[in-house]
């Protein structure tokens, strides 16, 4: 089978061979509509991986636009710690039993495409936008603690 460039250059050759304007018009609408549909192919951003690799190569890239997020609430919270009211540097605590890893295991659970292997296939634009969606509104799902409270309240985790 002719790939969608072998194609073009084919039809090329004949359409305009034709020396007519009906046939360059023609030609250049296919490549127009080539040139738009090989876009959206390549923007289109599809990972298939087993779940750890997801947690270990996407984990992070998740964990930093988390953080983004929070940034604005610390600075509403004036950087006062939830637990002892100093005024501190920051940490979003994930209230217990929804840690970020939770919350992308279960959106992850939605995309598995081989139970067996754990593979999952996720549009990474989409997942984005999900995850981000799952920790709104931010209040409800961290807290916001000084260093030391963030240790000693998940010190408390499982305990
Ligand atoms: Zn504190």
Redesign the pocket.
Known sequence: MRTATELLEAAKSMLLSLDDDDARKLYEEIAEFLHEKRGKIWKMSEIICTKKDFHKYVGPRIRNVIQAMTKKIKKKLDYI??????K?ELEAAHIHGKSRKDIIESILNAHVIDVQKNLVKVDLDKFEKEITDSHNPLEEHFKF??A??HTEYDSKKDG
Do not use: G, I, M, W
Not at 81 to 86: D, L, V
């Open positions: 710690c939830q637990n002892c009211k100093e501190k603690l000084c030391k409270c």
